[in-house]
């Protein structure tokens, strides 16, 4: 089982060691930086937290009836009465009037189930279970928080790319515009074409203005699933390092054996035995000793025995066996079992789901990666026909749409390039967390 109590103090593995490390002259998050932000002030992480140490607390022998229950009991009564009394024989009555009478007493008692059908057993592994129950949920949801704030950091990578890539077109656009006034003055260019290259100007001017407001917007969500404050300033590694591989048959064994929610189903399957064991027992006598000390004092003005003080020990034994009570034990039971048919339906269906997943991710890991090579190697073709656009621009020999188609392709084939790179990468991600190693305690 997985402290995760020492996770805040862990070193962060995620499989992170492919990813490099790129300098920047601002402030650079890394990735590693980036979980440690999130393990530590994640707010549902926290809650998470909070709710494993609620059912740490519980998960105690005394809260499953395993121990004996002690009480002091102490009380006193006054009563002040007119009272006759009528004796048998020749004994004259008595009247008494304002006769007090009171009563004191005192007394420490215990109780112990000695039996119960095994229920208060079956309780305490109920309650140690809801503890690990608690713990593996804090360790899914900070997964979750985990995942989702890597999927974000690659975005913002991707997109922190294309920022440089379109800040790169607008410079060309911008060369375009100079050559053409330059043309102009000649009178080999017309003001119809310099339009036409203003025009490209603006809308490549507005792409990058849009793009630096989905920038702002991703890096506000990371702040925020790192728990601190949504204006905090940051940069992002601008490389990735190399992807590992990965051996789809020992990914699969991996995940049966170590995923986070097929670890869950069994725990809640474990809870549903526990259930139906604590509904049957009910059926079972039940026996209790108890046993107190005590004094009592008793004071009555009227009547034979004026004052009486008990001192002593009193003990028993009580059996109790249910006959009938409506047919609410053997409902309970059967009740119970359907939880643990519904449990084994659950289990089944999130161990396909996990090979599902796992196939997913694998497939399209490979798949990111084939489309990556594909798009580099369209990249080299695409750059070279950029510099041959722009020297036979430069020399006339081809016109502003040819020049701006160049453009745009180098531009679409970088985009493309780098959203499989990316891609490719969450998708190693995500096998690492089926696997249970996104992150090590």
Same mark, same amino acid.
């Not at 489309?371 to 070279?384: F, S, V």
């Given at each position: 089982?997985? @402290?995760?109590?020492?996770?805040?103090?862990?070193?962060?593995?995620?499989?992170?060691?492919?990813?490099? =490390?790129?300098?920047?002259?601002?402030?650079?998050?890394?990735?590693?930086?980036?979980?440690?932000?999130?393990?530590?002030?994640?707010?549902?992480?926290?809650?998470?937290?909070?709710?494993?140490?609620?059912?740490?607390?519980?998960?105690?022998?005394?809260?499953?009836?395993?121990?004996?229950?002690?009480?002091?009991?102490?009380?006193?009564?006054?009563?002040?009465?007119?009272?006759?009394?009528?004796?048998?024989?020749?004994?004259?009555?008595?009247?008494?009037?304002?006769?007090?009478?009171?009563?004191?007493?005192?007394?420490?008692?215990?109780?112990?189930?000695?039996?119960?059908?095994?229920?208060?057993?079956?309780?305490?592994?109920?309650?140690?279970?809801?503890?690990?129950?608690?713990?593996?949920?804090?360790?899914?949801?900070?997964?979750?928080?985990?995942?989702?704030?890597?999927?974000?950091?690659?975005?913002?990578?991707?997109?922190?790319?294309?920022?440089?890539?379109?800040?790169?077109?607008?410079?060309?656009?911008?060369?375009?515009?100079?050559? =053409?006034?330059?043309?102009?003055?000649?009178?080999?260019?017309?003001?119809?074409?310099?339009?036409?290259?203003?025009?490209?100007?603006?809308?490549?001017?507005?792409?990058?203005?849009?793009?630096?407001?989905?920038?702002?917007?991703?890096?506000?969500?990371?702040?925020?699933?790192?728990?601190?404050?949504?204006?905090?300033?940051?940069?992002?590694?601008?490389?990735?390092?190399?992807?590992?591989?990965?051996?789809? #048959?020992?990914?699969?064994?991996?995940?049966?054996?170590?995923?986070?929610?097929?670890?869950?189903?069994?725990?809640?399957?474990?809870?549903?035995?526990?259930?139906?064991?604590?509904?049957?027992?009910?059926?079972?006598?039940?026996?209790?000793?108890?046993?107190?000390?005590?004094?009592?004092?008793?004071?009555?003005? #009227?009547?034979?025995?004026?004052?009486?003080?008990?001192?002593?020990?009193?003990?028993?034994?009580?059996?109790?066996?249910?006959?009938?009570?409506?047919?609410?034990?053997?409902? +309970?039971?059967?009740?119970?079992?359907?939880?643990?048919?519904?449990?084994?339906?659950?289990?089944? @269906?999130?161990?396909?789901?996990?090979?599902?997943?796992?196939?997913?991710?694998?497939?399209?890991?490979?798949?990111?990666?084939?489309?990556?090579?594909?798009?580099?190697?369209?990249?080299?073709?695409?750059?070279?026909?950029?510099? &041959?656009?722009?020297?036979?621009?430069?020399?006339?020999?081809?016109?502003?749409?040819?020049?701006?188609?160049?453009?745009?392709?180098?531009?679409?084939? &970088?985009?493309?390039?780098? +959203?499989?790179?990316?891609?490719?990468?969450?998708?190693?991600?995500?096998?690492?967390?089926?696997?249970?190693?996104?992150?090590?305690?």
């Amino acid at each position: 089982m997985k @402290q995760i109590t020492m996770w805040y103090r862990s070193t962060i593995s995620l499989g992170l060691l492919f990813l490099g =490390i790129a300098a920047s002259n601002a402030q650079v998050l890394t990735i590693e930086q980036a979980v440690e932000f999130v393990l530590q002030s994640n707010f549902e992480g926290k809650q998470g937290a909070r709710d494993l140490e609620i059912a740490t607390n519980s998960a105690t022998a005394g809260n499953a009836g395993l121990h004996p229950a002690v009480q002091l009991n102490t009380g006193a009564n006054y009563s002040n009465n007119n009272t006759e009394l009528v004796f048998a024989g020749n004994i004259p009555r008595t009247n008494v009037k304002g006769a007090v009478s009171t009563s004191l007493n005192a007394s420490v008692g215990a109780s112990y189930t000695v039996f119960s059908g095994f229920a208060n057993l079956r309780r305490f592994e109920l309650l140690q279970n809801s503890r690990n129950l608690s713990e593996e949920q804090l360790q899914l949801t900070l997964e979750n928080a985990v995942i989702t704030t890597l999927g974000l950091y690659l975005d913002l990578v991707k997109l922190s790319d294309d920022r440089i890539n379109l800040q790169a077109n607008l410079n060309l656009s911008a060369e375009r515009i100079k050559q =053409i006034r330059k043309a102009k003055g000649l009178g080999t260019a017309t003001t119809l074409d310099l339009m036409a290259a203003e025009v490209d100007y603006n809308q490549d001017s507005s792409t990058l203005l849009n793009l630096e407001n989905q920038i702002g917007a991703v890096k506000r969500q990371i702040n925020f699933l790192m728990g601190r404050s949504i204006a905090t300033p940051f940069e992002v590694e601008n490389s990735l390092g190399k992807l590992p591989e990965f051996n789809l #048959a020992q990914v699969l064994e991996k995940a049966r054996n170590n995923s986070t929610q097929l670890i869950l189903a069994d725990l809640r399957s474990k809870s549903s035995e526990l259930g139906e064991s604590i509904a049957s027992a009910a059926m079972m006598p039940q026996i209790v000793l108890n046993s107190s000390f005590g004094t009592v004092n008793s004071q009555n003005a #009227a009547g034979i025995i004026l004052e009486q003080n008990n001192l002593g020990f009193n003990g028993g034994v009580s059996v109790s066996l249910p006959i009938y009570n409506g047919g609410k034990i053997r409902t +309970a039971v059967e009740n119970a079992r359907v939880e643990i048919e519904k449990s084994a339906i659950n289990k089944a @269906q999130i161990q396909l789901s996990v090979e599902k997943d796992v196939y997913d991710q694998w497939f399209n890991l490979e798949h990111f990666k084939k489309l990556n090579q594909l798009e580099l190697q369209n990249l080299r073709t695409a750059q070279l026909r950029m510099e &041959q656009a722009s020297s036979r621009y430069a020399l006339g020999q081809i016109g502003s749409l040819d020049y701006r188609e160049a453009q745009l392709a180098l531009l679409a084939v &970088q985009s493309r390039a780098n +959203a499989a790179n990316i891609q490719a990468h969450k998708a190693a991600y995500q096998l690492y967390r089926l696997t249970g190693a996104l992150f090590s305690p």
